[in-house]
């Protein structure tokens, strides 16, 4: 048992006492942060290819979910709310991902497009945020993609009707039965309540873990047609 777990472990005395050994276990969570220096003067101009540049690291070496981010939304009252997502799509213009259009979040986009993305990769020592607005992708788009997924997932989209109350997981395997036997050998079409959103970024932060907790975050800034670049203190 090495040094750190033994600490970890909780004492005989505390064994059931959840909420102090927490607290304990918690104070011994610590890491340190050892990236490579993140500089202004070698980050790309546009932060599309400093994000794909780092994003294609991720796919390398991220094992699990490199293009799972973290959507934060806000109702019409800014009351906000997150989950992760994942990214399915991206180009200069901007980010895509999918999900049930009657779901909450995507109830508070259509009434609040602002929204936020967050990459965190830990195997990198580096996160990524990403402020911009959300709009529904072309209904196009969203059957293309809808096409590309495996027919078990097609029948799930018709399945849920995410974010809503049901009685039981029973109903659930229910309906979904009860859906691919309505499909059953044919091509399944795109739900109405399904699709795309795309992200039109204003603002990117790249952050990359240092030592001693001084990491380098380096902002992007939209204004007008071009991109502002600044260092933030960590
Ligand atoms: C790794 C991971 C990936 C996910 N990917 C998606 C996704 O691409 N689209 C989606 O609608 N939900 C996805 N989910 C589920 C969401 O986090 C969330 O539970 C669901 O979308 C309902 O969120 P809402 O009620 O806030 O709308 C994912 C969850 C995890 C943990």
Request: charge should be positive; hydrophobic fraction near 30%.
């Amino acid at each position: 048992m090495n040094r750190f777990f033994k600490r970890w472990m909780p004492a005989k005395d505390e064994v059931g006492k959840p909420a102090r050994t927490a607290r304990r276990a918690l104070n011994m969570l610590r890491r340190e942060y050892y990236g490579e220096p993140l500089v202004e003067s070698e980050v790309c101009s546009d932060p599309m290819d400093q994000f794909s540049n780092w994003f294609d690291e991720a796919v390398k070496h991220v094992r699990d979910d490199p293009n799972a981010m973290l959507l934060a939304t806000a109702d019409k009252h800014g009351r906000p709310s997150s989950r992760t997502v994942l990214l399915k799509e991206f180009d200069e213009t901007g980010l895509v991902f999918y999900t049930n259009y009657e779901s909450r979040k995507a109830r508070q986009i259509l009434e609040n497009p602002n929204i936020c993305l967050t990459f965190y990769w830990p195997d990198l020592l580096r996160q990524v945020h990403i402020e911009g607005t959300a709009e529904k992708v072309p209904e196009s788009q969203s059957d293309a993609y809808f096409r590309t997924r495996p027919p078990a997932t097609q029948v799930g989209a018709w399945t849920s009707i995410q974010s809503t109350p049901i009685p039981s997981r029973e109903v659930l395997n229910q309906k979904f039965k009860e859906m691919e036997q309505k499909f059953d050998q044919q091509e399944i079409p795109r739900p109405p309540h399904w699709g795309g959103f795309k992200v039109t970024p204003h603002r990117f932060e790249f952050w990359q873990g240092r030592l001693n907790r001084l990491h380098d975050r380096i902002q992007y800034t939209r204004h007008q047609s071009s991109w502002k670049i600044e260092r933030l203190s960590p």
